[in-house]
T-cell receptor, first 112, second 116 residues
Framework: DGGITQSPKYLFRKEGQNVTLSCEQN?????MYWYRQDPGQGLRLIYY???????QKGDIAEGYSVSREKKESFPLTVTSAQKNPTAFYLC???????????FGAGTRLSVL | AQSVTQPDIHITVSEGASLELRCNYS??????LFWYVQSPGQGLQLLLK??????LVQGIKGFEAEFKRSQSSFNLRKPSVHWSDAAEYFC??????????????FGKGTKLSVKP
């Protein structure tokens, strides 16, 4: 089945630790996105990538990093510089100029 | 600046009643408009989309939305709500971001509760 797979579903971070969230897609989409969701805040864009080996900062990139070495994969690292990482993280991919985005099931990150 | 407003944070309707969720956008050009639905702890599922043409668009699960340029609105409707429709609904507009590439700007969502 084609789709977007995010792992793990739940993740816990210790103080000062970096953690990496996985996002894999087999839809052959060029564009991929990472969003952060907090209650009552909607979705806020962290990073996006339109093509392999290229990515751009979104609205709230501070404390996060990404890579795009393969078309299928767009991992997000939450660094120790992100002081308030507790949130629900959503990955999406899109094709074409109309940017129809499809989402994974999300990863919930909490701080120990 | 591009923006999306969903004026209702939480709506409760009775099962079988009709539903309308409001969405207003701010965008200079012809927008691409989307509605997504999210069940608790899950990702977002695309309900419907508008790019151009007929201003009344049909989506999945019996939902429809009407684009009204004069009101900058794209309201979501359903004639008869089912208990399984209880979820959070997000309106989004496709907007230019960092140049020519379109991105999506999301509203803050409307949570729908359904009374038996």
């Amino acid at each position: 089945d084609g789709g977007i797979t995010q792992s793990p579903k739940y993740l816990f971070r210790k103080e000062g630790q970096n953690v990496t969230l996985s996002c894999e897609q087999n839809l052959n989409h060029d564009a991929m996105y990472w969003y952060r969701q907090d209650p009552g805040q909607g979705l806020r864009l962290i990073y996006y990538s339109q093509i392999v080996n290229d990515f751009q900062k979104g609205d709230i990139a501070e404390g996060y990093s990404v890579s795009r070495e393969k078309k299928e994969s767009f991992p997000l690292t939450v660094t120790s510089a992100q002081k308030n990482p507790t949130a629900f993280y959503l990955c999406a991919s899109a094709e074409g100029a109309k940017n129809i985005q499809y989402f994974g099931a999300g990863t919930r990150l909490s701080v120990l | 600046a591009q923006s999306v407003t969903q004026p209702d944070i939480h709506i409760t309707v009775s099962e079988g009643a009709s539903l309308e969720l409001r969405c207003n956008y701010s965008y200079g050009a012809t927008p691409y408009l989307f509605w997504y639905v999210q069940s608790p702890g899950q990702g977002l599922q695309l309900l419907l989309k508008y790019f151009s043409g007929d201003t009344l668009v049909q989506g999945i699960k019996g939902f429809e939305a009407e684009f009204k340029r004069s009101q900058s609105s794209f309201n979501l409707r359903k004639p008869s709500v089912h208990w399984s429709d209880a979820a959070e609904y997000f309106c989004a507009v496709g907007a230019n971001y960092g140049g020519s590439q379109r991105n999506l700007i999301f509203g803050k969502g409307t949570k729908l509760s359904v009374k038996p």
